[in-house]
């Protein structure tokens, strides 16, 4: 069974920071490109950030030179370093494969953005 577990989201201010991590299982987490997604109140969900098996990267217009995705793969963890969060950025963030994701989301963890 396919497994994909977030952690690491909480209140934070605008222009703070957050590390967020997804732990993988049920997989080749190793031979997969995986992704962030997020989704927001009264929005679609959307790609944030992937990183490739070995480890090139992609990111959102909207996160570009303010979040930084990096994977370990001898932990089939992958990991999303969030700086300069703005209130745009609350979202329930999700990790899966990308670009065509399991069926299996997993519960999110939830980043919340205050002024």
């Known amino acids: 069974e396919v497994q994909l577990q977030a952690f690491g989201g909480g209140l934070v201010q605008a222009g703070g920071s957050l590390n967020l991590s997804c732990v993988a299982s049920?997989?080749?987490?190793?031979?997969?490109?995986m992704g962030w997604f997020r989704q927001a109140p009264g929005k679609e969900r959307e790609g944030v950030s992937c990183?490739?098996?070995?480890?090139?990267?992609g990111y959102a217009d909207s996160v570009k030179g303010r979040f930084t995705v990096s994977r370990d793969n001898a932990k089939n963890t992958m990991y999303l370093q969030m700086n300069s969060l703005q209130l745009e950025d609350t979202a329930l963030y999700y990790c899966?494969?990308?670009?065509?994701?399991?069926?299996?989301w997993g519960q999110g963890t939830l980043v919340t953005v205050s002024s």
């Open positions: 899966n494969r990308w670009p065509s994701a399991f069926r299996q």
């Open positions: 049920g997989f080749t987490f190793d031979e997969r490109t």
């Open positions: 990183t490739t098996q070995t480890n090139s990267v």
